[in-house]
């Protein structure tokens, strides 16, 4: 069972930036994604990559949020900027088990980190 291990959740005041990292236990062949759910609402999507670098991302994250990977440290980031107080929430990192393109569905991923809290000051 892989395991997914997120960090650098933080306070951060809007207009500021942050970088996640989701440490995988073993080599992650397919799609990584992050995800996301703020208090009362649903999970959503954020970004998601290829092992082989294709990325795909939410309209609220593009321009603003940039989806890196590195394989050989079975790695992926999630690079942060121009923070609002609306991207308040538990980030999840997340890995398929099947998927090689990147998804944005939840049900195409196995794998899930335990999540990291990002709040965001206005």
């Known amino acids: 069972q892989v395991q997914l291990i997120e960090s650098g959740g933080g306070l951060v005041q809007a207009g500021g930036s942050l970088r996640l990292s989701c440490a995988a236990s073993?080599?992650?062949?397919?799609?990584m994604a992050w995800f996301r759910q703020a208090p009362g609402k649903e999970r959503e999507f954020v970004a998601a990559?290829?092992?082989?670098?294709?990325?795909t991302y939410s309209d609220s994250a593009k321009g603003r949020f940039t989806i890196s990977r590195d394989n050989a440290t079975n790695t992926v980031y999630l690079q942060m900027n121009s923070l609002r107080p609306e991207d308040t929430a538990v980030y999840y990192c997340?890995?398929?088990?099947?998927?090689?393109?990147?998804?944005?569905?939840?049900?195409?991923?196995?794998?899930w980190g335990q999540g990291t809290q990002l709040t965001v000051s206005s």
């Open positions: 990559k290829s092992r082989s670098g294709s990325s």
């Open positions: 073993g080599v992650i062949n397919y799609a």
């Open positions: 997340a890995a398929s088990a099947t998927r090689y393109s990147p998804s944005s569905k939840s049900v195409d991923y196995f794998h």
